[in-house]
């Protein structure tokens, strides 16, 4: 009776043995790269699509939209997803950049326009010769032409938009300037009443006869019109 009852202690052991083994915490597996960072795909993110923009695929041929020849990569696809070549780029005319300062002043977008409105625009990052801190965002600027008439309706209303903001920005030029024209004038009216209240000094003008046979003459004064009558010895 004893070797089973053996038998069946160490079987005991070896099972609780097991159960240890399976219940202990398997050793955690750390993914590649720093969770730390960003995510990739940010509203930074110009290599990659930004949530309905088409993918970037830069492994297969795709046709210039400009010569119709084909090509794998070009700067034009990569940051904006446009098929035109290297050879077609015209970054001067009609591939030319501009600045979100710019696409908001001239074209009166706002933030939500450039971020928020579907399809989002692609945009590229560089140094801002201007300031130490922070890179400027350079759009496609007939994008953005695109965006400011999808946003205001048309050209001529986004024109008559323009008209009126500087329309306004005028008169708020003018009531600076009546301001300050007004301002002016009341510090010389107080000089001028400060000037008054200060004591007088008579400026006689040229002695008149009055009376010949006992030499009286007489002056007055240019600025309060006090008369001096003297008689000449």
Request: glycine share 4%; with cysteine.
């Amino acid at each position: 009776m004893s070797e089973p009852e053996a038998g069946t202690s160490a079987a005991s052991r070896a099972d609780a043995n097991q159960e240890q083994t399976d219940t202990s915490t398997p050793p955690s597996i750390e993914p590649r790269g720093n969770n730390n960072k960003p995510s990739i795909i940010s509203n930074k993110s110009i290599t990659l699509p930004q949530d309905d923009l088409p993918e970037i695929n830069e492994n297969f041929m795709k046709e210039c939209e400009e010569c119709h020849q084909d090509f794998l990569r070009s700067n034009l696809y990569r940051n904006f997803a446009v098929f035109i070549c290297d050879d077609c780029r015209d970054p001067k005319g009609a591939h030319e950049l501009i600045t979100r300062t710019d696409a908001k002043t001239k074209y009166l977008l706002k933030d939500c326009d450039l971020d928020l409105r579907k399809p989002h625009l692609r945009y590229i990052l560089k140094k801002n010769p201007y300031q130490s801190r922070g890179d400027m965002r350079l759009y496609l600027k007939f994008q953005i032409e695109e965006r400011a008439i999808d946003v205001h309706g048309s050209e001529e209303k986004l024109e008559e938009e323009l008209e009126k903001r500087e329309e306004r920005r005028t008169m708020k030029r003018q009531k600076t300037y009546d301001k300050k024209i007004k301002s002016l004038s009341m510090q010389v009216r107080s000089s001028l009443y400060k000037h008054k209240l200060g004591p007088h000094e008579h400026e006689f003008g040229e002695a008149i006869c009055i009376d010949d046979d006992n030499d009286k003459y007489e002056k007055t004064c240019k600025t309060c019109n006090y008369k001096w009558v003297y008689e000449e010895l």
